[in-house]
């Protein structure tokens, strides 16, 4: 996520107005059928520290989700126009917001300085469930607590996983478990699962979700700096600028599921699921379909929505630094062989676009049936506020609202209804269909 301030943000509001509606169609990209394993030697860059993980059988593993049916006609986007409403203030930095999926209907708020708060009953309790800020170092605006992530029975063993950046700027993904009082985490019982030297500031990734396969999956960005430097994005055999699958409960730290796609693709890291990523701050998966909506911050022209449908094997090219969204960033050696190219992008530098992705949620709540099935994201700088929807041919795509509010997460509660977080005012807020 880059939180930079753009020079013409004031302009880009007053050029906008909330009635405006664009609507877009695109095609729908076709999956690779097979992974497309090309490794680009590294020029520059510190290896990972993760020691190799053992291999297990994904039917040994993990516990599955279950996914609610699909109910509702399919929406129409015309028709929605999206806005907030406050439900909380008083948070510095928020950077996650999300639920234990424990039946207790709270929400945790994490702040970058190192504090998972708790909301319960739209108030926040005065102690938080962990505070790391001993451990965390946020000088960079992109460095800090990142997220947290609760194991998919959390109620019966109270593991929840945070991904942060410590004093040295290294990316540490642990574990940390509930103490006896159940609103308060163990410090003491952290166990580290892996790090991930960074070699610059930036471009941390830094969200940790569990799919409905029930692995833990962790966003990386491509170490920083501009334009990927160092190619890590495409280089497969390192951490950064991939996405991440793991099986934490297998193995101490964690194991390998074996059919990850790169599993027996040496020199590639076991721990890959996709690659050719530059910063996938925010993603999420559809809870009634499983499949996965990926948010990609573009570097000075383009922001990029991907999915990824359930059915996936993984191993799936996503394109930088080939590809900025659907355009050439190499153009004389943009081969396009074996990329997956976005179902939407947005562009800088006008009052329809932005400058950096803010990647939502699936909305399947039962407040706003009208849009069950539509994708919300947002863009940091505009506050934009838009909808994707699929229908198995092609995309449809409409800004649906716009706030003033620079939105750095969104999450959902346990009922599917969908909240955000504003880094600038420290409010959680609620997203309501006008």
């Known amino acids: 996520?880059?939180?930079?301030?753009?020079?013409?943000?004031?302009?880009?509001?007053?050029?906008?107005?909330?009635?405006?509606?664009?609507?877009?169609?695109?095609?729908?990209?076709?999956?690779?059928?097979?992974?497309?394993?090309?490794?680009?030697?590294?020029?520059?860059?510190?290896?990972?520290?993760?020691?190799?993980?053992?291999?297990?059988?994904?039917?040994?593993t993990s516990t599955t989700i279950n996914l609610p049916t699909v109910i509702a006609s399919p929406p129409d986007l015309s028709t929605l126009q999206l806005t907030v409403e406050p439900?909380?203030?008083?948070?510095?930095?928020?950077?996650?917001?999300?639920?234990?999926?424990?039946?207790t209907g709270r929400l945790f708020v994490v702040e970058q300085a190192g504090a998972i708060w708790i909301v319960q009953d739209g108030v926040r309790l005065e102690e938080p469930l962990l505070d790391l800020t001993e451990l965390v170092g946020s000088q960079?605006?992109?460095?800090?607590?990142?997220?947290?992530?609760?194991?998919?029975?959390?109620?019966?063993?109270?593991?929840?996983?945070?991904?942060?950046?410590?004093?040295?700027?290294t990316t540490v993904v642990a574990r940390y478990t509930l103490s006896a009082d159940p609103n308060r985490a163990d410090p003491a019982s952290a166990t580290i699962l892996m790090t991930i030297d960074q070699p610059a500031a930036n471009h941390n990734g830094g969200l940790l979700k569990f799919g409905p396969d029930g692995y833990l999956y962790i966003g990386t960005g491509d170490g920083g700096a501009s334009g990927d430097p160092w190619n890590n994005a495409q280089?497969?055999?390192?951490?950064?600028?991939?996405?991440?699958?793991?099986?934490?409960?297998?193995?101490e730290p964690y194991a390998v599921p074996a059919n990850n796609p790169f599993i027996d693709a040496d020199p590639a890291r076991s721990e890959i699921w996709a690659y050719g990523l530059r910063n996938p701050w925010r993603f999420s998966f559809d809870r009634a379909t499983g499949d996965l909506y990926l948010a990609d911050v573009g570097q000075n022209a383009l922001e990029e929505v991907h999915v990824q449908?359930?059915?996936?094997?993984?191993?799936e090219n996503y394109g930088w630094k080939i590809m900025e969204g659907d355009r050439?960033?190499?153009?004389?050696?943009?081969?396009?062989?074996?990329?997956?190219?976005?179902?939407f992008v947005y562009p800088h530098g006008s009052a329809e676009g932005g400058c950096s992705i803010t990647g939502g949620y699936v909305y399947r709540g039962r407040a706003f049936p009208q849009l069950n099935g539509v994708y919300v994201f947002t863009d940091f700088c505009t506050g934009n506020l838009w909808g994707?929807?699929?229908?198995?041919?092609?995309?449809?795509?409409?800004?649906?609202?716009?706030?003033?509010?620079?939105?750095?997460?969104?999450?959902?509660?346990?009922?599917?209804?969908?909240?955000?977080?504003?880094r600038a005012g420290g409010g959680v807020y609620r997203l309501v269909v006008e």
């Not at 990209?29 to 520059?44: G, K, Y």
């Not at 439900?87 to 039946?103: K, Y």
């Not at 959390?154 to 410590?166: A, I, S």
């Not at 929807?389 to 346990?414: C, K, M, N």
Request: aromatic share 8%.
């Open 1 to 60: 996520m880059r939180f930079r301030i753009v020079a013409l943000f004031a302009l880009l509001l007053l050029l906008t107005g909330c009635g405006v509606r664009e609507v877009v169609t695109t095609s729908l990209p076709t999956a690779p059928v097979a992974p497309v394993f090309t490794p680009t030697p590294v020029t520059s860059s510190a290896p990972p520290t993760v020691p190799s993980a053992p291999v297990v059988e994904p039917a040994a």
């Open 87 to 103: 439900v909380l203030n008083g948070f510095r930095n928020p950077t996650h917001i999300t639920n234990a999926g424990d039946g």
């Open 140 to 169: 960079g605006s992109e460095q800090g607590l990142l997220s947290v992530a609760f194991h998919p029975q959390f109620r019966e063993n109270g593991f929840l996983f945070v991904n942060y950046t410590d004093r040295n700027g």
């Open 235 to 251: 280089t497969l055999s390192t951490l950064l600028g991939k996405l991440l699958r793991i099986d934490v409960d297998s193995n």
């Open 309 to 315: 449908p359930a059915s996936s094997l993984g191993g």
């Open 328 to 343: 050439c960033f190499n153009a004389s050696s943009c081969d396009q062989t074996g990329l997956e190219l976005p179902v």
């Open 388 to 422: 994707t929807y699929g229908d198995g041919v092609g995309w449809e795509t409409a800004l649906l609202g716009r706030v003033d509010l620079r939105i750095t997460s969104f999450g959902e509660d346990e009922a599917g209804e969908l909240y955000l977080v504003d």
